[in-house]
């Protein structure tokens, strides 16, 4: 006799919902990996020449975290901009449609496209600023 397999629940835009990671209440609490790692170091009972490159370590971790981050938002700024390039060359119906149109539709799909190019560079924007990181340098 076969198993049946249990279909996947998807959310309402058909996504997996078997794929999203959650995170568990006490991680939003607890302390960052460069703290816990610099906390680590500290509680350690190391010779001074370790100790010395030990304490170097957090920082460093931390500096591949942002960067993380920083690549992260610069791969969304990009999408985003892929994404308006897409919806500025279906906005070339524009031009062909006149005043009179009989199916006002059109325009409404029109405007839809407007608020499309809104919304992606609002995220843009953000995908932008993380791209930045905390500096302006």
């Known amino acids: 006799m076969k198993k049946r ?6 959310t309402p835009m058909g996504t ?4 999203r990671p959650t995170l568990p209440i006490e991680s939003l609490t607890r302390p960052s990996l ?11 009972a190391l010779e001074r020449q370790c100790a010395k490159a030990a304490n170097g370590m957090p920082d460093y971790v931390g500096l591949e975290g942002d960067l993380v981050q920083r690549a992260g938002g610069l791969a969304d700024a990009r999408r ?12 070339g119906e ?9 199916d ?16 992606f560079a609002a995220f843009g924007v ?7 990181g905390g500096g302006n340098s």
Do not use: C, N
Request: glycine content about 4%; cysteine-free; overall charge negative.
């Open 5 to 10: 397999r249990r279909p996947k629940e998807t």
């Open 16 to 19: 997996d919902t078997a794929r």
């Open 34 to 44: 460069v703290e816990r790692i610099r906390q680590g170091v500290a509680g350690a």
């Open 80 to 91: 985003m901009r892929d994404a308006i390039v897409l919806v500025l060359a279906l906005l």
């Open 94 to 102: 524009l031009d062909e449609l006149m005043p009179d149109e009989p």
């Open 104 to 119: 006002r539709s059109a325009f409404h799909e029109i405007a839809d496209l407007f608020q499309d190019i809104s919304e």
């Open 126 to 132: 953000k995908a932008a600023r993380q791209a930045a």
